[in-house]
């Protein structure tokens, strides 16, 4: 089973629109959890962290389901410069754990 | 914003050579670390090093790959012998702690021929 796995999309929605991404992850002690925004060829940006309790940002809403593993990003009132490829992203459990994991992505189009 | 910045943005090498990647993380950073991105694949974790020493590693990062901080403000990924399956986008991060948004810079793109 994949550690992080993403719908890999495309997702192509109008602007205007509100769009949902969906992720699982498979080790259930993971610790956090974040959303990440990557645009073709550019680097990885935090677009937001997850918290147990759901957390907004804007037009950003993330949610988190420990018991069924399940983390998802809602935007609302898509703009084109929502358009870009949106990565789950888990910190595995451990103490001593610096690193991230990543999931493939989930490729958004916004289109005017 | 402060910014981590890596050079070069390309480089292409012949298999089998040895090539330096470079990145200057964020002056008050503790936690540097090296991902890679193969074309069209997830982002995936080289390694991380704080205080001078390599605190975690991927199995991806083999015998081939080395790490080093030179000086106060650079941090280096060398590999020794490329492989055709080196070819990748490379990203070094860097954390003022462990638990802090990692900050990446732009990449190296690596292509080995």
């Known amino acids: 089973r994949k550690e992080v796995e993403q719908d890999p999309g495309p997702f192509n929605v109008p602007e205007g629109a509100t769009v949902a991404f969906n992720c699982t992850y498979s080790?259930?002690?993971?610790?956090?959890f974040f959303w990440y925004r990557q645009d073709c060829r550019k680097e990885p940006k935090l677009l937001m962290s997850?918290?147990?309790s759901g957390n907004e940002d804007g037009r950003f809403t993330a949610q988190l389901n420990r018991a069924s593993q399940y983390i998802s990003l809602l935007i609302r009132d898509s703009k084109l410069s929502d358009s870009a490829t949106y990565l789950c992203v888990v910190r595995p459990p451990g103490a001593g754990s610096y690193q991230l994991t990543f999931g493939k992505g989930t490729k958004l189009s916004v289109i005017p | 914003e402060p910014e981590v910045t890596q050079t070069p943005s390309h480089q292409v090498t012949q298999m089998g050579q040895e090539v330096i990647l470079r990145c200057v993380p964020i002056s008050n950073h503790l936690y540097f670390y090296w991902y890679r991105q193969i074309l069209g694949q997830k982002v995936e974790f080289l390694v991380s090093?704080?205080?001078?020493?390599?605190?975690?590693k991927s199995e991806i990062f083999d015998d081939q790959f080395s790490v080093e901080r030179p000086d106060g403000s650079n941090f280096t990924l060398k590999i020794r012998s490329t492989k055709l399956e080196d070819s990748a986008m490379y990203f070094c991060a860097s954390s003022r702690t462990r638990g802090e948004k990692l900050f990446f810079g732009s990449g190296t793109q690596l292509s080995v021929l």
């Open positions: 080790n259930s002690a993971s610790q956090s």
């Open positions: 090093f704080y205080n001078n020493e390599i605190s975690e």
């Open positions: 997850v918290y147990s």
